[in-house]
């Protein structure tokens, strides 16, 4: 079955773009991860603070402390869809990288996914 793809966009022949099942739980990933708390009109809860933290200096505190709200943020918001088995966080010359970890639920298989949030690069 097909899904929206994230962000909108339009495919060749015009129409609403659309991806596979494992694109679309990538896609709500992303969404959680990258949308601030209160961001979302009737859903302040959704989010997960991520973007507050590019700026934020380097430090293993900071590293636990997005591990900490990546989870809780997945866990709050897609735990019917997926299970999260590791969250990783590194500093790539100024962008914050988290690489993800999960188990589809429908039919458990293991994903990986990466996503990279740009810093200022200082």
Known sequence: MA?????YAFDGSGR?????????????????????PN???????FGSGLLALVFEPNSSTLAATTQMLVQSALHQHLSHLIAVQDVAVANDDGALRVDVRYVVLTDRTLHSASFTAPGDGA
């Open 3 to 7: 899904e929206l793809d994230f962000p």
């Open 16 to 36: 609403t773009a659309t991806t596979a099942r494992e694109g679309h739980i990538r896609d709500l990933i992303e969404q959680v991860l990258f949308t601030a």
């Open 39 to 45: 961001e979302r009109v009737m859903r302040p809860d």
